[in-house]
């Protein structure tokens, strides 16, 4: 792996950004159509794979070689129904800002799955810092309130889904290559939308403003896909962490420019305890693989 921490760090931002203007596409576009959110999932990705194709196909047949074929389609199914999960948040919608704090979890669910599934020694101190974040979920959800919507949930949901996603790959990384991963996901997950749109009977043929928008968000999931690549093979993923979490500002910042979204303060409370207990957990995991 080459080491550009500058980079990496620019990249990350960069995909970061990217998410933000496309979550912010999905919600207008949400308010301004009834297309539903399984048709928005199967067209975004399928218009991102044929932005992608000439990358795999660069790639060649090399990299769907693979011992573990049933791995990567239960890893892909369970990673569209997180997608699922989190644009029909987007699209119903809920406030951008809860939505975005409510994902940064997903480590948080893959610290426990850890210890509970990969048999991976978790100690007191990452459980407790773990117990922490989910507080601050708790602070940001505030489901004891008499106006709370179990909608509210889809996030955590996706957060959940992509935690398992994470701990799959992590457990595929160990006999197959990067290319490999990437190369199944993204021949797997129009297949898994298409079979979830027609689950759902709900098909929507979009018109050509609905097009538009479903073009758009299909290249810049590319783009962000590419940048994320980008900078894991630029820098370790423990320094790009913390340049991760900008996504927070930047999607609240675009609420409040195009929504005129303003989150209450116990978002910062919540992130804040969310976000200390990541990088914790972050500095012990790489403690341990340098000792």
């Given at each position: 792996?080459l080491?550009?921490?500058v980079?990496?760090?620019?990249a990350?931002?960069l995909?970061?950004?990217v998410?933000?203007?496309i979550n ?9 159509s ?5 048709s ?11 932005f ?16 573990h074929?049933w791995?990567?389609?239960l ?9 699922q999960c989190w644009?029909?948040?987007?699209i119903?919608?809920?406030p ?14 893959a610290?426990l799955?850890?210890?509970?599934f990969l ?9 407790t810092a773990t117990l922490f ?15 709370f ?20 790959v ?10 490999t991963i ?6 797997l ?29 299909g290249?810049?999931?590319?783009i962000?896909q590419l940048a ?14 913390p ?10 910042l ?8 303003q ?19 972050t ?9």
């Amino acid at each position: 792996m080459l080491h550009h921490p500058v980079k990496g760090a620019l990249a990350m931002i960069l995909a970061g950004f990217v998410f933000a203007v496309i979550n912010t596409l999905t919600q207008i576009l949400g308010a301004n159509s009834t297309i539903d959110s399984a048709s928005v999932a199967l067209y975004q990705y399928l218009f991102a794979l044929l932005f992608l194709a000439p990358s795999l196909f660069k790639a060649g047949l090399k990299p769907l070689k693979t011992q573990h074929p049933w791995l990567h389609i239960l890893r892909v199914g369970i990673s569209v129904i997180g997608i699922q999960c989190w644009i029909s948040a987007l699209i119903y919608p809920i406030p951008i800002w809860q939505g975005i704090a409510l994902i940064m979890t997903s480590p948080l669910f893959a610290t426990l799955g850890a210890a509970l599934f990969l048999k991976e020694k978790v100690g007191f101190s990452r459980i407790t810092a773990t117990l922490f974040g989910f507080c601050g979920a708790m602070i940001i959800l505030k489901p004891w309130s008499e106006d709370f919507n179990p909608v509210a949930l889809l996030p955590l949901a996706a957060a959940l889904c992509w935690a398992i996603y994470s701990l799959m790959v992590k457990k595929l990384s160990s006999s197959e290559s990067p290319t490999t991963i990437v190369v199944y996901l993204f021949i797997l997950i129009t297949p898994f939308n298409l079979l979830s749109v027609l689950q759902s009977s709900q098909f929507t043929s979009p018109d050509i403003m609905q097009l538009g928008y479903l073009i758009l968000l299909g290249f810049l999931t590319a783009i962000a896909q590419l940048a994320i690549a980008k900078a894991y093979n630029l820098a370790d993923a423990a320094y790009l962490q913390p340049f991760d979490f900008l996504k927070l500002p930047l999607n609240v910042l675009a609420g409040w420019l195009i929504f005129q979204a303003q989150p209450p303060g116990r978002l910062w409370l919540g992130a804040a305890l969310i976000i200390f207990s990541i990088l914790y957990i972050t500095y012990q995991e790489s403690g341990h693989r340098k000792r």
